[in-house]
C-alpha cells in the first residue's frame, strides 16, 4: 500500500502530471451540486476537460446507497473499465462515497481525491475510510481502499463559511495534540480565519502527515489507528445527543467541545498538563462557543456514549493524553470519572 | 494477507475448532433456500446452533444489490459489529455475494467459506474475489476480500445433480491443465461421477491448491492470475451466446467446450501436443456432449470476445499452454486464427 500524497496550490498542473503517467482508458469526475458549479469549471486540467462528469447532491443525507446506485450507474454509462480513473472532487461525502464507489466498481478501480474542505482536506481523504450511510446509521456500509493519489489544496477554501473552516481547523487541533507541544502551540497562535493558501497549506500539510503516519501503521483500525479518536467518544455523544434534540452541530465542533472534555479526563486520570488543558480551552470557547449542557443531560450522554460504534464491550473508551504526543488510546472511563469531567467541561466553558 | 485452507469432511468439527479460536460476538450463518433446507442441519456444529440465520434466494438471479442489501440489514437486526463473523454456506452466490456483504459491513468483517457445491468449492470460494451481479452484468459489482478460513469439503456433494457435478469439474480440468501433465492425466482416467466422498476430496485439494498458488501470487489480477481465465475466453462467449439466445448452459460447460477451442489455438500457435488435444476432446464429448455452432454463428461469437469484460483494449485475449503446465497468458488472437479454432473445435466435437 502506498499513496501519493501531493501538498500544492496548482491542482490542474498537479493533477495532469499524474494522469499523463496513467494509461486509463476513461476519466470520471465526480463532484457534488456545489463543487460541479464552484470548483470543478476553476480547475482548468486538461485530463479533467475531457472527463465524464458524474454529479452527486450535496450533504450528508445524499451519502445513501441510491447515489452510490447512481455513480455506479454513471461509471456504466460512460464505458468505465478497470483501466479506468475516478477522481473525486468535493468534500467528505464525495471522497466517502466516490472512494467507495470506485473500490466496488468492477472489484475496484483507481481513484483520485482532490478535497475540497478542510474538513475533508485533513480527515477524510487520507486514509483509505470510504463509506455510505445505511439505515440512518454513518458509515455503516464502506470498506478500506486508499486513493491512489490525494491533492490537498487550500485555494479552495475561499468558497467555504467560516463555520465549515472551523470544522476542520478542530481535526488539526487533535493532530497538533497527537503530534507535540510545538505544533499544538503553533496551532493555538495562529488565526486561521484570517490565513492566506499558502500559510495553511503549511499548517495543514504537517497535520496531514501525523494522520498519515500513524494510518501508514495500523490501517485497519486495530491498535494505535485508535489515537486517531482523541476528542470523539465525547464529540460523537455530543453530535448524536444534538442531532437527536433537532439542532445538529458541526462534526468538527464537536470534536473540539470533546477534545476540551477528554483533556480534563487526561488531567485527571494521566496528570495532562493544567496550562494546556486551560490554553485549550479559551481558544475552543473563544472560536467555537460552548455546547450548552447541564447535569440533566449526563444520562442521556453516557448512554450514548456506551453505545459508540468504536466501543468494543458496551464501555466507555477513550484516547487520553499524558501530554501532547504522549499518546494513550484505549482508556475505559467510568460514569462517575465521566461525570466529573462533564463538570469541569462546563466550567471552562462558562456554562 | 494469509487464508485457512482446511481440507475435510469433518465440517462440524472443523467449523468450530476455527470459531473456538476467534473472539467473536455474534455469528451469522448466509445460507440460499436450498443450503438452508438441506445442509444447514446436516452441519452440527455448536457454534453454528446459535448462529443468525440470514436466507437468501437460490441462484444467480438473487445475486442483486436487493439481495446484498437484505444481507446487511439482517447484519444489523442481530447486532453484528466489527467483531462478529460471517458464515458463508453455500454455492458461488452465497459465497460471493455474502463475502462482499461481510467485506463492506462496517467496512469489514470477518468471513468463512464452506462451499457446498463443487464449482465453489474449486473457484468460487477461495481467491478472495467477491461480488454481485449489477444492471445484467456478472460480477459488476464487488471487491477482493479473502475469506479468513475456507472449509473445503466434498460430503455435501451428493445434493448435486449430475450436471453441477460436471460443472464445478470442469474447473478442476483447467486446473489440472494449468499445473502439469500428470494432473492431467489423472483427471481424465477418474470417473468421478461415481467417486466417493474422501477420494474426490484429495483430488479437490490438489486442484484447489493450484489455483490457490496463482491467487497467492498474483492476488488482484495484474498478471499471472490471468492464467485462470484458461477456457474461459472461448467459454464466456459461449455462454453468452446461449443466454441471449433464450438457452443458458451452465458456467462448467461452456469452460469445458471453451477448453476445447483454447487448446485448438495452443496447438495451432503453441504447438500444444496434439494427443492431450485429442483426449481432453474426447473426454469433453463423453461428458459434456457438444456447444452446437454453425459458421453462422462465428461473427456473433467475435463480437462477444472483442467485448469479454477481461479484454483490455477491445481485442481477443485468451490464456494459451505450450503444454499442460507450461502457461502463457495475455495471447492476442486474430479473428481469422479464431475462426480456424472454432473449426476444428466443430470437427472435434463432431459437429
Known amino acids: 500500500m502506498s499513496q501519493n500524497l501531493v501538498f500544492t496550490n496548482e491542482v490542474a498542473t498537479a493533477l495532469d502530471t499524474i494522469l499523463d503517467t496513467k494509461a486509463y482508458n476513461r476519466l470520471a469526475v465526480i ?4 463543487t460541479g458549479r464552484l470548483v470543478l469549471p476553476e480547475v482548468k486540467s486538461i485530463h479533467l476537460s475531457n472527463a465524464h462528469v458524474i454529479t452527486i447532491g450535496a450533504g450528508d443525507a445524499c451519502k445513501t ?18 483501466k479506468s480513473v475516478v477522481v473525486n472532487l468535493g468534500g467528505g461525502v464525495v471522497t466517502d462515497l466516490g472512494g467507495f464507489a470506485a473500490a466496488t466498481f468492477k472489484r475496484g478501480i483507481d481513484f483520485i481525491n482532490i478535497p475540497t474542505t478542510l474538513l475533508s482536506a485533513v480527515d477524510a481523504a487520507v486514509g483509505g475510510k470510504t ?5 440512518g446509521l454513518k458509515n455503516e456500509i464502506g470498506c478500506f481502499k486508499e486513493a491512489s493519489d490525494v491533492i490537498i489544496s487550500t485555494c479552495f477554501l475561499k468558497t467555504l463559511s467560516v463555520e465549515e473552516l472551523k470544522s476542520g481547523y478542530a481535526e488539526m487541533l487533535k493532530h497538533g495534540m497527537l503530534s507535540n507541544h510545538d505544533e499544538f502551540k503553533k496551532l493555538l497562535n495562529y488565526d486561521f ?17 501525523v494522520k498519515e503516519g500513524i494510518v501508514r501503521e495500523d490501517p485497519h483500525e ?33 470534536v473540539a467541545w470533546g477534545l476540551v472534555a477528554e483533556m480534563v479526563l487526561s ?3 494521566l496528570k495532562f498538563p493544567s496550562e494546556d488543558l486551560h490554553h485549550l480551552a479559551n481558544f475552543v470557547y ?22 459508540d460504534k468504536k466501543s468494543q464491550s458496551g464501555e466507555i473508551n477513550c484516547t487520553l493524553l ?15 470519572d465521566m461525570r466529573i469531567a462533564l463538570d469541569i467541561y462546563r466550567d471552562l466553558m462558562h456554562i
Chains 1, 2 share one sequence.
Request: hydrophobic share 35%; proline share 2%.
Open 31 to 34: 463532484v457534488d451540486e456545489n
Open 65 to 82: 446507497l441510491d447515489t452510490l446506485t447512481c455513480v455506479w450507474e454513471g461509471l456504466e454509462q460512460c464505458g468505465a473499465t478497470r
Open 131 to 135: 463509506g455510505i450511510n445505511f439505515k
Open 193 to 209: 480565519k484570517n490565513a492566506d493558501a499558502e500559510q495553511l497549506l503549511e499548517l495543514l500539510k504537517t497535520s496531514v502527515l
Open 222 to 254: 486495530n491498535g494505535i489507528r485508535r489515537a486517531l479518536n482523541l476528542g470523539h467518544t465525547v464529540g460523537h455523544a455530543f453530535e448524536s445527543k444534538a442531532l437527536h434534540g433537532g439542532k445538529p452541530i458541526a462534526h468538527g465542533y464537536a
Open 267 to 269: 488531567h485527571n486520570i
Open 286 to 307: 473563544e472560536n467555537y462557543g460552548a455546547y450548552h449542557i447541564t447535569c440533566d443531560d449526563y444520562d442521556e450522554l453516557l448512554q450514548l456514549m456506551h453505545h
Open 322 to 336: 499524558a501530554a501532547c504526543g504522549d499518546v494513550r488510546p484505549g482508556h475505559v472511563i467510568s460514569d462517575d
